[in-house]
């Protein structure tokens, strides 16, 4: 069995703040990890993954994310936020023994303040 | 860009009549899934595929049916639509288990409204 665990429904940052959105997982075998982001009114991006190789995993628009094994988070980080990062975001788990494959989270709303 | 596609992308439809939600994927992906997001809500799974003739329900039940006789086409039906039916409906397509975790690639989605 997997899941995922979105601690904060929302955050809120000032622009050119950085953004911390938390997510931990539970998964039976070796997972990969996937966060997507979502515009409103578009369908879902990749914004990075990781799949057992380097932890610190770099995505597009400047997120990052590190693979915290004994910690299971997958927290998603980026230095300073833009008001374009204003989305939904999801973390995603995926591990080869489960016959779904992927598992969301519930999401956090990111909202950025001029 | 990934190569999937939803159509319509909006439907505005009364209730009763029989609709049909269109997925294609160029990407020879052998899984496709069908997602239901309410409004600021998560994504539930309702429909899965493995690969052509193979369907299977997800973690919400819906009353919703789905086909796979290409590889490349995972369409949604449902036979009498209702006002309940209204929210968006999201198509996704991976590689198949056994070449690793690969992510899902996402269409734009249909927004359903049934009136």
């Known amino acids: 069995a997997q899941s995922v665990t979105q601690l904060d429904s929302h955050v809120s940052v000032s622009e050119g703040t950085p953004v911390l959105l938390r997510c931990n997982y539970s998964?039976?075998?070796?997972?990969?990890l996937f966060w997507y982001v979502q515009h409103p009114n578009k369908g879902l991006q990749l914004l990075l993954k990781y799949t057992s190789a380097a932890t610190l995993v770099k995505g597009i628009n400047g997120f990052e994310a590190e693979f915290k094994k004994s910690e299971t988070s997958f927290h998603l980080t980026k230095p300073s936020a833009h008001m374009s990062d204003a989305a939904e975001y999801f973390c995603?788990?995926?591990?080869?023994?489960?016959?779904?494959?992927?598992?969301f989270g519930s999401g956090t709303q990111l909202t950025v303040l001029p | 860009e990934a190569d999937i596609y939803q159509t319509p992308r909006y439907l505005v439809i009364g209730t009763g009549k029989k609709i049909t939600l269109e997925c294609s994927q160029t990407m020879g992906h052998d899984k496709m899934y069908w997602y239901q997001q309410d409004p600021g809500m998560e994504l539930h799974l309702i429909h899965y595929?493995?690969?052509?003739?193979?369907?299977e329900k997800g973690d919400l039940s819906s009353e919703s049916t789905v086909s796979r006789i290409r590889t490349e086409h995972f369409p949604l039906t449902l036979e009498s639509a209702r006002p309940s039916h209204t929210s968006q409906y999201l198509c996704?397509?991976?590689?198949?288990?056994?070449?690793?975790?690969?992510?899902?690639?996402f269409g734009q989605g249909t927004r359903l409204t049934v009136v």
């Open positions: 998964s039976s075998y070796s997972p990969s």
């Open positions: 995603v788990v995926s591990s080869s023994g489960s016959a779904r494959q992927l598992t």
């Open positions: 996704a397509s991976s590689l198949n288990v056994g070449t690793g975790n690969t992510e899902a690639f």
């Open positions: 595929s493995y690969g052509v003739n193979s369907t």
